[in-house]
């Protein structure tokens, strides 16, 4: 089984984050802190770094593991509002760095392949392509603070920029579905 890492990349990273370094750093949370990605060729890639040095969700204790979710979600919204994209990828691997975090994806139409997984697109490490799509405090900087305002907003309860042509008489509705769901809700 994984354990937490000795020179952990992400401990790093929460360090920096708490003592005011990080240049990505888009907001503190209750359960970590929300960064901007190294790499923007995904423009508006965001990631949670979580507080607690755990290397699996269910390591957190209940009522942390909904918090850090629902702050992963709350980032994401604030994603998707200032970039606005087709579409948001989610992912918390863990593989290389053995410590929680997720990484909110914003996909676009016009991606090299926008229906494949972001991590074969990446630019190649040194290359000219990936040295121009790296995180630059001055060129990022507009995207930082719009970042920060709307997931700001979002945690105050503002207005949601869900699609408002969502409504539960897709292919998912129906009398199933809601039977279905009450027997998961507790109550």
């Known amino acids: 089984m994984a354990q937490h890492q000795d020179n952990c990349e992400i401990c ?17 949370l209750d359960t970590g802190y929300a960064v901007l990605g190294d790499s923007q060729q995904f423009r508006g890639y965001s990631l949670l770094l979580c507080k607690t040095p755990a290397t699996e969700l269910d390591e957190l204790p209940a009522a942390m593991r909904v918090r850090f979710l629902e702050e992963m979600s709350q980032l994401a919204e604030a994603v998707r509002r200032v970039v606005t994209p087709h579409k948001l990828n989610y992912e918390a691997l863990g593989n290389m760095v053995h410590h929680l975090h997720w990484h909110v994806f914003p996909r676009q139409l016009t991606d090299a392949d926008p229906k494949s997984p972001v991590w074969g697109q990446m630019h190649a490490a040194g290359s000219a392509a990936a040295e121009q799509a790296k995180f630059n405090p001055q060129r990022d900087r507009e ?12 945690r105050a309860g503002g207005t949601s920029a869900r699609n408002p042509s969502f409504s ?3 292919c998912c509705s129906g009398s199933g579905v809601a039977a279905a769901a009450a027997a998961v809700t507790p109550g």
């Open 12 to 28: 790093r990273r929460v360090a920096e984050c708490r003592e005011g370094r990080h240049p990505g750093l888009i907001a503190e």
């Open 168 to 170: 539960r008489s897709g």
């Open 143 to 154: 995207l930082l603070l719009s970042l920060r305002a709307a997931l700001m907003e979002v």
